[in-house]
Nanobody, 122 residues
Framework: QVQLVESGGGLAQAGGSLKLSCSASGRMFSNYHMGWFRQAPGKEREFVAAISRSGGNTYYGDSVKGRFTISRDNGKNTVYLQMNSLKPEDTAVYYC???????????????WGQGTQVTVSS
């Protein structure tokens, strides 16, 4: 089992940047593929990005391609989401997630953090 805690959310202006972090504890972090999801009020949870165990492969949702970058530091048990060129429609609660399967982590990962709010003002 792995426990996930997100941080770094907050308020940003449109066009600005924020960097989210997700710290993991429990079983070996490097065993897990990691992902980020988001959920805006009244909307379904949306896949944002995922990264393979080694960090060699990354995947992005269409709405964030070219603006967001996922990365990880296995030595620090942490995954990051660098968000640039933010838009008001990026406003949501952002969740960190983990799974041992890369095909599952982009859809229905087993482990979730509690979420961190990101608000982008116009």
């Amino acid at each position: 089992q792995v426990q996930l805690v997100e941080s770094g959310g907050g308020l940003a202006q449109a066009g600005g940047s924020l960097k989210l972090s997700c710290s993991a504890s429990g079983r070996m972090f490097s065993n897990y593929h990691m992902g980020w999801f988001r959920q805006a009020p009244g909307k379904e949870r949306e896949f944002v990005a995922a990264i393979s165990r080694s960090g060699g492969n990354t995947y992005y949702g269409d709405s964030v391609k070219g603006r967001f970058t996922i990365s990880r530091d296995n030595g620090k048990n942490t995954v990051y989401l660098q968000m640039n060129s933010l838009k008001p429609e990026d406003t949501a609660v952002y969740y960190c997630a983990a799974d041992i399967s890369i095909t599952v982590v982009v859809r229905t990962p087993r482990y979730w953090g509690q979420g961190t709010q990101v608000t982008v003002s116009s």
